[in-house]
Protein backbone atom coordinates (compact mmCIF):
# COMPACT_ATOMS: atom_id res chain seq x y z
CA UNK A 1 0.00 0.00 0.00
CA UNK A 2 1.43 3.28 -1.42
CA UNK A 3 1.04 6.46 0.45
CA UNK A 4 -1.42 7.93 -2.14
CA UNK A 5 -3.31 4.34 -1.38
CA UNK A 6 -3.51 5.22 2.38
CA UNK A 7 -4.46 8.78 1.35
CA UNK A 8 -6.99 8.34 -0.84
CA UNK A 9 -8.52 4.72 1.16
CA UNK A 10 -8.69 6.18 4.50
CA UNK A 11 -11.69 4.85 5.41
CA UNK A 12 -11.43 1.46 4.04
CA UNK A 13 -8.32 1.29 5.22
CA UNK A 14 -9.48 1.50 8.61
CA UNK A 15 -12.27 -1.00 8.45
CA UNK A 16 -12.69 -3.89 11.20
CA UNK A 17 -11.63 -7.82 10.55
CA UNK A 18 -15.30 -7.87 11.02
CA UNK A 19 -16.07 -6.13 7.87
CA UNK A 20 -13.36 -7.94 5.81
CA UNK A 21 -10.64 -6.00 6.88
CA UNK A 22 -9.02 -3.51 4.59
CA UNK A 23 -7.18 -5.16 2.28
CA UNK A 24 -7.36 -7.84 -0.77
CA UNK A 25 -4.83 -10.04 1.34
CA UNK A 26 -2.17 -12.18 -0.56
CA UNK A 27 -1.26 -13.92 2.19
CA UNK A 28 -2.33 -13.90 6.33
CA UNK A 29 0.78 -14.93 8.31
CA UNK A 30 0.23 -16.40 11.55
CA UNK A 31 1.67 -18.09 14.54
CA UNK A 32 0.46 -20.64 17.23
CA UNK A 33 2.26 -21.26 20.09
CA UNK A 34 1.60 -23.71 22.08
CA UNK A 35 2.50 -22.66 26.01
CA UNK A 36 2.97 -26.40 27.13
CA UNK A 37 5.72 -26.54 25.28
CA UNK A 38 7.71 -23.12 26.33
CA UNK A 39 10.64 -23.85 28.55
CA UNK A 40 11.79 -20.22 28.92
CA UNK A 41 14.62 -20.65 27.46
CA UNK A 42 14.97 -17.44 25.95
CA UNK A 43 16.63 -18.71 22.38
CA UNK A 44 13.91 -17.62 20.23
CA UNK A 45 14.70 -14.25 21.57
CA UNK A 46 18.24 -14.95 21.15
CA UNK A 47 17.41 -15.94 17.61
CA UNK A 48 15.78 -12.67 17.03
CA UNK A 49 18.54 -10.29 18.46
CA UNK A 50 20.40 -12.41 15.55
CA UNK A 51 18.74 -11.65 12.55
CA UNK A 52 17.21 -8.75 13.23
CA UNK A 53 20.18 -6.28 14.05
CA UNK A 54 18.86 -5.80 17.82
CA UNK A 55 21.10 -3.78 19.41
CA UNK A 56 22.20 -4.75 22.72
CA UNK A 57 20.97 -2.02 25.54
CA UNK A 58 22.81 -2.96 28.38
CA UNK A 59 21.83 -3.04 31.70
CA UNK A 60 21.60 0.45 32.80
CA UNK A 61 19.29 1.34 29.87
CA UNK A 62 17.48 -1.55 30.41
CA UNK A 63 16.12 -0.62 34.01
CA UNK A 64 15.33 2.84 32.40
CA UNK A 65 12.54 1.21 30.59
CA UNK A 66 15.02 1.48 26.89
CA UNK A 67 14.94 -2.11 26.26
CA UNK A 68 15.61 -3.42 23.38
CA UNK A 69 13.67 -6.94 22.75
CA UNK A 70 11.44 -7.41 20.01
CA UNK A 71 10.44 -11.23 21.08
CA UNK A 72 10.45 -10.91 25.21
CA UNK A 73 9.77 -14.28 27.47
CA UNK A 74 7.38 -13.08 30.10
CA UNK A 75 7.59 -14.32 33.42
CA UNK A 76 4.31 -15.65 35.60
CA UNK A 77 4.14 -17.58 38.78
CA UNK A 78 0.61 -18.38 38.69
CA UNK A 79 0.76 -21.03 41.57
CA UNK A 80 1.21 -19.24 44.54
CA UNK A 81 -0.16 -22.11 46.61
CA UNK A 82 2.64 -24.18 46.34
CA UNK A 83 5.79 -24.31 48.44
CA UNK A 84 8.34 -23.04 45.84
CA UNK A 85 5.91 -21.17 43.90
CA UNK A 86 8.57 -20.67 41.24
CA UNK A 87 8.49 -24.18 40.42
CA UNK A 88 5.18 -23.34 38.79
CA UNK A 89 6.62 -20.59 36.54
CA UNK A 90 5.12 -20.34 33.11
CA UNK A 91 6.41 -18.32 30.35
CA UNK A 92 4.85 -16.31 27.75
CA UNK A 93 6.93 -15.40 24.59
CA UNK A 94 5.46 -11.72 23.78
CA UNK A 95 6.27 -10.22 20.20
CA UNK A 96 4.20 -8.25 17.98
CA UNK A 97 0.79 -9.38 17.66
CA UNK A 98 0.55 -8.51 13.64
CA UNK A 99 -2.80 -7.28 14.59
CA UNK A 100 -5.74 -6.88 11.84
CA UNK A 101 -6.59 -3.84 13.15
CA UNK A 102 -3.81 -2.70 14.98
CA UNK A 103 -4.32 0.41 16.93
CA UNK A 104 -0.98 1.26 16.62
CA UNK A 105 -1.22 2.21 12.83
CA UNK A 106 -4.28 5.01 12.82
CA UNK A 107 -2.00 7.12 14.94
CA UNK A 108 1.16 7.19 13.20
CA UNK A 109 1.48 11.33 11.90
CA UNK A 110 3.48 9.89 8.98
CA UNK A 111 2.24 6.84 7.99
CA UNK A 112 5.57 5.04 8.77
CA UNK A 113 3.41 1.99 10.23
CA UNK A 114 0.96 0.69 7.85
CA UNK A 115 -0.90 -2.83 7.07
CA UNK A 116 0.49 -4.74 4.02
CA UNK A 117 -1.05 -7.29 2.14
CA UNK A 118 0.28 -9.93 3.45
CA UNK A 119 -1.46 -8.76 7.03
CA UNK A 120 1.47 -7.75 8.54
CA UNK A 121 1.93 -4.33 10.18
CA UNK A 122 4.86 -2.71 8.98
CA UNK A 123 7.31 -0.15 9.85
CA UNK A 124 9.03 1.56 7.56
CA UNK A 125 12.09 2.68 9.42
CA UNK A 126 13.25 5.67 6.61
CA UNK A 127 9.59 7.11 7.45
CA UNK A 128 9.65 7.05 11.00
CA UNK A 129 10.09 10.73 13.11
CA UNK A 130 10.10 8.66 16.48
CA UNK A 131 6.93 10.31 17.80
CA UNK A 132 6.02 7.41 19.58
CA UNK A 133 2.47 7.75 19.52
CA UNK A 134 2.20 3.91 17.65
CA UNK A 135 4.16 2.64 21.03
CA UNK A 136 1.58 4.36 23.07
CA UNK A 137 -1.07 3.21 21.05
CA UNK A 138 -0.04 -0.78 21.38
CA UNK A 139 -1.98 -2.51 24.18
CA UNK A 140 0.67 -5.27 23.97
CA UNK A 141 3.66 -2.42 24.53
CA UNK A 142 5.98 -4.15 21.90
CA UNK A 143 7.29 -1.55 20.46
CA UNK A 144 10.72 -0.61 21.20
CA UNK A 145 11.92 2.60 20.47
CA UNK A 146 15.87 4.12 19.92
CA UNK A 147 17.13 5.99 22.21
CA UNK A 148 20.22 6.07 21.30
CA UNK A 149 22.36 5.43 18.02
CA UNK A 150 23.65 2.12 19.47
CA UNK A 151 25.86 1.39 16.02
CA UNK A 152 29.13 1.93 17.46
CA UNK A 153 28.59 0.46 21.14
CA UNK A 154 26.31 -2.08 20.59
CA UNK A 155 28.65 -3.74 17.64
CA UNK A 156 32.48 -2.82 18.43
CA UNK A 157 34.98 -4.57 15.48
CA UNK A 158 34.43 -6.98 14.71
CA UNK A 159 31.16 -7.84 15.52
CA UNK A 160 29.73 -5.49 12.88
CA UNK A 161 30.26 -8.21 10.46
CA UNK A 162 27.85 -10.55 12.17
CA UNK A 163 24.84 -7.89 11.27
CA UNK A 164 22.20 -9.45 8.58
CA UNK A 165 22.41 -7.46 5.63
CA UNK A 166 18.95 -8.18 4.53
CA UNK A 167 17.60 -5.81 7.51
CA UNK A 168 18.53 -2.28 7.86
CA UNK A 169 20.34 -0.98 11.63
CA UNK A 170 18.10 1.26 12.96
CA UNK A 171 19.22 4.69 13.95
CA UNK A 172 18.63 6.96 16.82
CA UNK A 173 15.30 7.81 17.01
CA UNK A 174 13.16 5.18 15.31
CA UNK A 175 10.62 3.12 16.46
CA UNK A 176 10.91 -0.85 15.80
CA UNK A 177 9.01 -3.89 16.84
CA UNK A 178 8.50 -7.60 15.36
CA UNK A 179 8.00 -7.82 11.68
CA UNK A 180 7.48 -11.40 11.66
CA UNK A 181 11.21 -11.56 9.69
CA UNK A 182 9.77 -9.93 7.23
CA UNK A 183 13.09 -10.09 5.03
CA UNK A 184 12.84 -14.37 5.30
CA UNK A 185 9.25 -13.81 3.89
CA UNK A 186 10.24 -11.09 1.25
CA UNK A 187 13.34 -13.85 0.00
CA UNK A 188 10.46 -16.74 0.30
CA UNK A 189 8.09 -14.78 -1.92
CA UNK A 190 10.89 -13.70 -4.10
CA UNK A 191 11.85 -17.66 -4.50
CA UNK A 192 8.93 -18.73 -5.55
CA UNK A 193 8.04 -15.36 -7.38
CA UNK A 194 11.16 -16.54 -9.73
CA UNK A 195 9.69 -20.41 -10.02
CA UNK A 196 6.17 -19.24 -10.47
CA UNK A 197 4.60 -21.04 -7.83
CA UNK A 198 3.09 -19.95 -4.64
CA UNK A 199 4.68 -19.94 -1.51
CA UNK A 200 4.81 -23.98 0.33
CA UNK A 201 3.58 -24.09 3.67
CA UNK A 202 6.47 -24.66 6.14
CA UNK A 203 8.82 -22.79 3.29
CA UNK A 204 8.86 -19.96 5.57
CA UNK A 205 10.23 -19.81 8.86
CA UNK A 206 10.80 -17.02 11.14
CA UNK A 207 14.21 -16.97 13.27
CA UNK A 208 12.57 -17.44 16.79
CA UNK A 209 9.83 -20.71 15.33
CA UNK A 210 13.67 -21.44 13.76
CA UNK A 211 15.64 -21.66 16.91
CA UNK A 212 12.94 -23.23 19.50
CA UNK A 213 14.51 -26.44 21.12
CA UNK A 214 10.76 -27.83 21.51
CA UNK A 215 8.81 -26.40 18.08
CA UNK A 216 6.36 -24.00 20.56
CA UNK A 217 6.14 -21.84 17.84
CA UNK A 218 4.72 -23.01 14.36
CA UNK A 219 3.92 -20.33 11.69
CA UNK A 220 2.11 -20.34 8.25
CA UNK A 221 -0.37 -18.35 6.54
CA UNK A 222 -4.07 -18.11 7.82
CA UNK A 223 -5.15 -18.17 4.17
CA UNK A 224 -3.81 -21.60 3.19
CA UNK A 225 -6.38 -23.89 4.53
CA UNK A 226 -3.99 -26.66 4.39
CA UNK A 227 -1.34 -24.77 6.56
CA UNK A 228 0.23 -26.27 9.65
CA UNK A 229 -1.11 -22.92 11.46
CA UNK A 230 -4.63 -22.72 9.74
CA UNK A 231 -5.15 -26.26 11.16
CA UNK A 232 -3.95 -25.11 14.54
CA UNK A 233 -5.99 -22.22 14.74
CA UNK A 234 -9.67 -24.64 13.53
CA UNK A 235 -8.87 -26.92 15.57
CA UNK A 236 -9.01 -24.67 18.76
CA UNK A 237 -11.65 -22.74 17.56
CA UNK A 238 -9.67 -20.30 17.08
CA UNK A 239 -10.62 -17.30 13.98
CA UNK A 240 -9.82 -13.97 12.58
CA UNK A 241 -12.60 -11.23 12.93
CA UNK A 242 -14.41 -13.25 15.78
CA UNK A 243 -13.91 -11.87 19.34
CA UNK A 244 -14.82 -12.69 22.80
CA UNK A 245 -15.70 -16.53 21.35
CA UNK A 246 -17.76 -18.16 23.62
CA UNK A 247 -16.47 -21.52 23.83
CA UNK A 248 -18.97 -23.77 24.45
CA UNK A 249 -16.63 -26.79 24.69
CA UNK A 250 -14.50 -24.95 27.12
CA UNK A 251 -13.84 -27.89 29.86
CA UNK A 252 -12.36 -29.80 26.52
CA UNK A 253 -9.10 -30.07 27.38
CA UNK A 254 -7.64 -30.12 24.06
CA UNK A 255 -9.09 -26.46 23.13
CA UNK A 256 -6.56 -24.70 24.43
CA UNK A 257 -6.65 -21.63 22.01
CA UNK A 258 -6.95 -17.91 23.06
CA UNK A 259 -5.76 -14.65 20.92
CA UNK A 260 -4.66 -11.96 23.86
CA UNK A 261 -6.44 -8.91 24.62
CA UNK A 262 -9.31 -10.20 21.43
CA UNK A 263 -11.80 -8.12 23.54
CA UNK A 264 -9.54 -5.13 22.32
CA UNK A 265 -11.26 -6.03 18.47
CA UNK A 266 -7.95 -5.52 17.20
CA UNK A 267 -7.65 -8.67 15.69
CA UNK A 268 -4.12 -10.32 16.56
CA UNK A 269 -2.19 -12.28 14.43
CA UNK A 270 -1.09 -15.07 17.22
CA UNK A 271 -2.73 -17.65 18.86
CA UNK A 272 -1.34 -18.97 22.35
CA UNK A 273 -2.25 -22.94 23.48
CA UNK A 274 -3.11 -22.56 27.44
CA UNK A 275 -0.69 -24.48 29.64
CA UNK A 276 -2.01 -27.95 31.12
CA UNK A 277 -1.34 -28.08 34.29
CA UNK A 278 -1.46 -30.97 36.27
CA UNK A 279 -3.64 -30.81 39.54
CA UNK A 280 -1.54 -31.37 42.72
CA UNK B 1 5.93 9.03 -28.20
CA UNK B 2 9.18 11.65 -28.32
CA UNK B 3 9.31 12.17 -24.88
CA UNK B 4 9.35 8.64 -24.29
CA UNK B 5 11.92 7.55 -27.09
CA UNK B 6 14.30 10.01 -25.19
CA UNK B 7 13.21 8.61 -22.21
CA UNK B 8 14.30 4.65 -23.77
CA UNK B 9 17.46 6.43 -25.49
CA UNK B 10 18.87 8.88 -22.73
CA UNK B 11 22.13 9.61 -24.92
CA UNK B 12 19.23 11.17 -27.90
CA UNK B 13 19.10 14.32 -25.52
CA UNK B 14 17.68 17.43 -27.69
CA UNK B 15 20.60 19.42 -26.96
CA UNK B 16 22.59 17.01 -29.05
CA UNK B 17 20.36 17.53 -32.38
CA UNK B 18 22.45 20.52 -33.97
CA UNK B 19 22.93 20.29 -37.79
CA UNK B 20 21.73 17.45 -38.28
CA UNK B 21 18.74 18.28 -36.14
CA UNK B 22 16.33 17.53 -39.05
CA UNK B 23 17.87 13.51 -40.00
CA UNK B 24 18.10 13.31 -36.53
CA UNK B 25 14.41 14.16 -35.56
CA UNK B 26 13.00 11.82 -38.77
CA UNK B 27 15.18 9.28 -37.03
CA UNK B 28 14.01 9.75 -33.21
CA UNK B 29 10.08 9.63 -34.71
CA UNK B 30 10.62 6.60 -36.45
CA UNK B 31 12.70 4.46 -34.04
CA UNK B 32 9.85 5.87 -31.28
CA UNK B 33 7.36 4.26 -33.66
CA UNK B 34 9.61 0.89 -33.56
CA UNK B 35 9.69 1.55 -29.65
CA UNK B 36 5.71 2.10 -29.59
CA UNK B 37 5.22 -1.76 -30.63
CA UNK B 38 8.17 -3.40 -28.84
CA UNK B 39 7.04 -2.01 -25.32
CA UNK B 40 4.63 -1.83 -23.10
CA UNK B 41 6.38 -1.12 -20.31
CA UNK B 42 7.15 2.91 -19.38
CA UNK B 43 10.62 3.33 -18.99
CA UNK B 44 11.68 5.37 -15.64
CA UNK B 45 12.09 8.97 -16.17
CA UNK B 46 14.94 11.47 -15.00
CA UNK B 47 18.47 12.23 -15.26
CA UNK B 48 21.24 12.79 -12.99
CA UNK B 49 24.85 13.58 -13.17
CA UNK B 50 27.75 10.79 -11.39
CA UNK B 51 30.81 11.84 -10.99
CA UNK B 52 33.90 9.73 -12.75
CA UNK B 53 34.20 6.83 -11.20
CA UNK B 54 38.16 5.95 -11.89
CA UNK B 55 38.56 2.19 -11.84
CA UNK B 56 41.55 0.07 -12.04
CA UNK B 57 41.32 -0.26 -15.91
CA UNK B 58 39.59 1.79 -18.24
CA UNK B 59 37.28 -0.46 -19.30
CA UNK B 60 35.23 0.34 -22.13
CA UNK B 61 31.61 -0.97 -22.27
CA UNK B 62 31.22 0.64 -25.21
CA UNK B 63 33.99 -1.87 -27.40
CA UNK B 64 31.98 -4.55 -25.71
CA UNK B 65 28.46 -3.90 -26.49
CA UNK B 66 28.28 -1.96 -29.22
CA UNK B 67 31.26 -2.77 -31.34
CA UNK B 68 31.18 -6.16 -30.56
CA UNK B 69 27.53 -7.03 -29.49
CA UNK B 70 28.07 -8.69 -26.36
CA UNK B 71 25.04 -9.51 -24.44
CA UNK B 72 25.47 -7.77 -21.08
CA UNK B 73 24.17 -10.69 -19.23
CA UNK B 74 26.91 -12.75 -20.51
CA UNK B 75 29.18 -11.01 -18.35
CA UNK B 76 26.69 -9.62 -15.68
CA UNK B 77 25.38 -13.16 -15.18
CA UNK B 78 24.21 -12.92 -11.73
CA UNK B 79 21.71 -9.88 -13.10
CA UNK B 80 19.17 -13.08 -13.93
CA UNK B 81 19.93 -15.26 -11.12
CA UNK B 82 20.28 -12.85 -8.07
CA UNK B 83 19.74 -9.69 -6.41
CA UNK B 84 22.84 -8.29 -7.70
CA UNK B 85 24.22 -8.21 -11.51
CA UNK B 86 27.89 -8.81 -10.48
CA UNK B 87 31.13 -7.89 -11.49
CA UNK B 88 32.44 -10.66 -13.72
CA UNK B 89 35.45 -12.63 -12.20
CA UNK B 90 39.06 -11.81 -13.87
CA UNK B 91 38.57 -15.31 -15.17
CA UNK B 92 35.40 -14.46 -17.24
CA UNK B 93 38.05 -11.59 -19.29
CA UNK B 94 40.26 -13.64 -19.58
CA UNK B 95 38.20 -16.70 -20.96
CA UNK B 96 38.79 -14.39 -23.96
CA UNK B 97 41.50 -12.13 -24.00
CA UNK B 98 43.59 -14.86 -23.24
CA UNK B 99 43.99 -14.28 -26.82
CA UNK B 100 42.05 -11.26 -27.98
CA UNK B 101 44.16 -8.30 -28.19
CA UNK B 102 46.67 -8.85 -26.24
CA UNK B 103 48.88 -6.38 -27.45
CA UNK B 104 46.63 -3.66 -26.01
CA UNK B 105 48.15 -1.74 -22.85
CA UNK B 106 44.56 -2.54 -20.83
CA UNK B 107 44.56 -6.12 -21.90
CA UNK B 108 48.19 -6.30 -20.77
CA UNK B 109 47.31 -4.90 -17.41
CA UNK B 110 44.71 -7.42 -16.85
CA UNK B 111 46.88 -10.40 -17.84
CA UNK B 112 49.08 -8.73 -14.93
CA UNK B 113 46.23 -8.82 -12.45
CA UNK B 114 45.46 -12.27 -13.98
CA UNK B 115 49.21 -13.87 -13.47
CA UNK B 116 49.37 -11.72 -9.87
CA UNK B 117 46.35 -13.76 -8.92
CA UNK B 118 44.90 -10.63 -8.04
CA UNK B 119 41.56 -9.18 -8.50
CA UNK B 120 40.97 -5.60 -10.46
CA UNK B 121 39.47 -3.59 -7.59
CA UNK B 122 36.86 -2.40 -9.74
CA UNK B 123 34.88 0.32 -7.88
CA UNK B 124 30.82 -0.10 -7.65
CA UNK B 125 29.35 2.76 -9.76
CA UNK B 126 25.25 1.93 -9.00
CA UNK B 127 24.99 1.43 -4.90
CA UNK B 128 21.93 1.59 -3.57
CA UNK B 129 21.71 2.41 -0.09
CA UNK B 130 21.60 -0.39 2.88
CA UNK B 131 17.79 0.38 3.27
CA UNK B 132 16.63 -0.88 0.11
CA UNK B 133 15.96 -4.01 -1.39
CA UNK B 134 16.08 -4.05 -4.94
CA UNK B 135 16.29 -7.52 -7.07
CA UNK B 136 18.00 -7.45 -10.85
CA UNK B 137 15.82 -11.28 -11.34
CA UNK B 138 12.55 -10.26 -10.70
CA UNK B 139 12.80 -6.41 -13.18
CA UNK B 140 14.27 -8.87 -15.72
CA UNK B 141 12.17 -12.08 -15.26
CA UNK B 142 9.06 -9.33 -15.43
CA UNK B 143 10.64 -6.87 -17.67
CA UNK B 144 11.93 -9.29 -20.31
CA UNK B 145 11.68 -13.19 -19.54
CA UNK B 146 8.25 -13.14 -18.82
CA UNK B 147 7.03 -10.94 -21.97
CA UNK B 148 9.17 -13.16 -24.29
CA UNK B 149 11.47 -9.93 -25.22
CA UNK B 150 14.29 -10.55 -26.90
CA UNK B 151 16.79 -11.44 -24.88
CA UNK B 152 19.62 -10.26 -27.64
CA UNK B 153 18.43 -6.46 -26.76
CA UNK B 154 18.51 -7.06 -22.94
CA UNK B 155 20.61 -3.80 -23.33
CA UNK B 156 17.56 -1.41 -23.32
CA UNK B 157 16.14 -2.92 -20.46
CA UNK B 158 19.19 -2.30 -18.50
CA UNK B 159 19.62 0.88 -20.18
CA UNK B 160 16.18 2.19 -18.31
CA UNK B 161 18.46 2.45 -14.88
CA UNK B 162 22.21 2.40 -15.96
CA UNK B 163 21.67 4.96 -19.51
CA UNK B 164 23.12 4.37 -22.24
CA UNK B 165 26.13 2.14 -20.98
CA UNK B 166 26.92 1.13 -24.49
CA UNK B 167 28.22 4.44 -25.58
CA UNK B 168 30.08 4.88 -22.34
CA UNK B 169 33.66 3.40 -21.69
CA UNK B 170 33.86 3.10 -18.09
CA UNK B 171 30.13 3.23 -16.54
CA UNK B 172 28.98 6.13 -15.01
CA UNK B 173 25.48 6.84 -13.21
CA UNK B 174 23.42 8.61 -15.17
CA UNK B 175 19.76 8.20 -13.37
CA UNK B 176 19.00 9.34 -10.47
CA UNK B 177 18.50 5.70 -8.72
CA UNK B 178 16.03 7.39 -5.85
CA UNK B 179 12.75 6.41 -4.81
CA UNK B 180 10.99 9.06 -6.66
CA UNK B 181 12.68 7.87 -9.78
CA UNK B 182 11.58 4.13 -9.14
CA UNK B 183 8.57 4.47 -7.47
CA UNK B 184 6.92 6.71 -10.43
CA UNK B 185 8.06 3.83 -12.78
CA UNK B 186 6.29 1.11 -10.42
CA UNK B 187 3.28 3.65 -10.92
CA UNK B 188 3.22 4.05 -14.25
CA UNK B 189 3.69 -0.08 -15.09
CA UNK B 190 0.98 -0.93 -12.79
CA UNK B 191 -0.63 -3.53 -14.68
CA UNK B 192 2.72 -5.53 -15.39
CA UNK B 193 2.26 -6.47 -11.62
CA UNK B 194 4.84 -3.41 -10.28
CA UNK B 195 4.06 -3.39 -6.31
CA UNK B 196 3.03 0.01 -4.61
CA UNK B 197 3.78 -1.54 -1.14
CA UNK B 198 6.95 0.50 1.09
CA UNK B 199 8.13 -2.55 2.44
CA UNK B 200 8.59 -4.59 -1.19
CA UNK B 201 11.28 -2.08 -0.92
CA UNK B 202 11.77 -0.50 2.21
CA UNK B 203 13.56 -3.05 5.07
S1 LIG C 1 0.87 -5.73 18.68
FE1 LIG C 1 1.10 -3.52 18.95
S2 LIG C 1 2.70 -2.94 17.49
FE2 LIG C 1 1.96 -4.97 16.86
S3 LIG C 1 0.33 -4.52 15.34
FE3 LIG C 1 -0.67 -4.75 17.35
S4 LIG C 1 -0.84 -2.64 18.11
FE4 LIG C 1 0.72 -2.63 16.46
S1 LIG D 1 9.05 -13.43 13.98
FE1 LIG D 1 11.15 -12.70 13.63
S2 LIG D 1 11.10 -10.56 14.30
FE2 LIG D 1 9.29 -11.55 15.21
S3 LIG D 1 9.95 -12.26 17.27
FE3 LIG D 1 10.26 -13.97 15.81
S4 LIG D 1 12.43 -13.73 15.20
FE4 LIG D 1 11.81 -11.76 16.08
Redesign the interface.
Known sequence: ?????ILNHWSDYRKGAEEGGHHDYEHRWAMAINLDLCIGCNACSTACYAENNLAVVGKERFEKGQAMHWMRIERYWDQQELEHPEQGASFLPMMCQQCGAATCEPVCPVAAT?H???G?N?Q????CIGSRYCSNNCPFRVRYFNFYSYYESSWPEPMEQQLN?????RDKGVMEKCTFC??RI?SVK?KA??EDRPVQDGEMVPACAQSCPTSAIVFGDTMDESSMVSKLWKKHQVERGVYQKTKLAKKDADLRGYRIFEELNVDPSVMYLERVREDI | MVVMNRLINPGAGFARAGLAGMVFLAMLLMSSMAMAVKYDVVPPSGTHTGEDVPQPIEFPHDIHVKDNDINCMYCHTYARRSKVAGIPPTSKCMGCHKVIATDKPRIQQLTKYWEDKESPPWKKVHDLPDFVHFTHEKHLKTLAFDRDFPVEDVKEICAFCHGDVENMTVANKVKPLNMGFCVNCHIANKDLGAPGDCWKCHK
Open positions: MSLDNYTPDLAVYNRPDISVMQRDFM
